[in-house]
């Protein structure tokens, strides 16, 4: 099991995890597959330094998961706070993979002084998410009612926060 940073050779095996949850899941509202055209610009706005980073977990040199944070909106008074996205493999889920890549994520987070809060948006319901974030120390904060639309269907989102 390893943790570290996430580099370019990896983007098709994120594009592939993420992809799943875009055509199976109402996890994101991204409604069609995204393209590696598409997804490169999200990766390059990731630093090894910063507050906008990605970090992967990979067993037996095969990428499992990743998480990542990025800008919370786009108006500068809002950049010392970053929204969180953690993403694994299905078959990744349940093995503790995620509070560990999570957790070092928050933790590298909390020594950069830029940033003062982390913010995460889960689509309801997600209960595997949810406990996630409350184990870490996030506190739900909103819920938006029927605020996506997927599947045929309206979903709910919480919003949760961390003080670093």
Known sequence: ????????????????????????TPVTFDIDPISMEARRPWFDGFAVDGPHR???????????????????????AYDRSVEASIYLDPEACGSGS?????????DDLEKEASVHR??????????????????LGFERIAT?????????????????ERAL
């Open 98 to 106: 995620g509070r560990a890549l999570y957790s070092r994520l928050l």
């Open 54 to 76: 990605l970090l992967v977990f990979e067993t037996n040199d095969r990428v499992e998961g990743y998480a990542s944070t990025g800008r919370f909106r786009m108006k500068r």
């Open 118 to 135: 982390v913010y995460g948006a889960i689509t309801l319901p997600n209960e595997a998410s949810l406990a996630l974030h409350q184990r």
């Open 1 to 24: 099991m390893g943790l570290r940073a996430g580099v370019l050779e990896d983007l098709p095996r994120l594009l592939e995890i993420y992809n799943h949850y875009v055509v199976k």
């Open 144 to 160: 938006f009612s029927e605020v996506g639309f997927k599947f045929g269907r309206y979903w709910d989102v919480a919003w949760f």
